[in-house]
Each structure stands twice: as structure tokens, then as C-alpha cells.
């Protein structure tokens, strides 16, 4: 039974991570004006619709993988932000940020 999930599971994580370490890049980017930088950005998003498309393809449920994904990216950037970018964030804005991604978490399974 782990088995059967671990496939789809590696390319959820693969897809979310390509998507958070896209988000980590962009300020590198500088408005898409610095070359190398935002070729790395276009390949994370490349990389995140081929790892979706090869979820898809495995036979994971769309009404799940777009809310889960929806749910997990912005925890991310979230992160990100706070954490690699040293950005203010009170504990009241994570809290209510965590709480609709949980929403949405948890609305996928209903």
C-alpha cells in the first residue's frame, strides 16, 4: 500500500518544491531582466508541469492535486519570505495565511 503512494507522493513534493525554489529565485531575477536567474525560474515551472502532468498521467485525482497544490505553494512562499528574506510577518498574518491553506487542505478532502 505505501508503495502504491510513494510514486505519486515524490512528484507532489518534486512539484511543490520546484514551485517554492521558483519563488526563492524571483527576486534574483530582477524583473526577468537578469538572464541566468530567470532561465532557472522558467525551468522550476517547467519542471512543475512536467511532475503534474506525470502525477496526472499516474491516475491522481485532479479535484485533488490542484487544491493540495494551491494549499502547499503558498505555505512555501510563505516561508520563503520569512525565512530566506528575512520579511515582517506578525504571528497573527502567518496564523490567518496557515489557517486558508488548511481550508483549502481540507476542503479538497470533502
Sequence with gaps: MLLKWAYPSALLVGAIASQVYA??????????????????????????TVLIGCLLRSGAPLNLVVP?????????????????????????????LLGACLLVGVASLL
Excluded: D, H, N, R
Excluded at 534574483?28 to 532557472?40: D, N, R
Excluded at 516561508?79 to 498574518?93: D, I, N
Design 23 to 48: 519563488i526563492y529565485l524571483m527576486p534574483t531575477t530582477k524583473g526577468a531582466t537578469a538572464l541566468v536567474p530567470t532561465a532557472v525560474v522558467m525551468l522550476c515551472f517547467l519542471v512543475f
Design 68 to 96: 493540495l497544490m494551491s494549499a502547499a505553494t503558498p505555505v512555501g512562499g510563505i516561508l520563503v519570505g520569512v525565512l530566506a528574506y528575512q520579511e515582517a510577518a506578525s504571528p497573527a498574518k502567518i496564523a490567518t
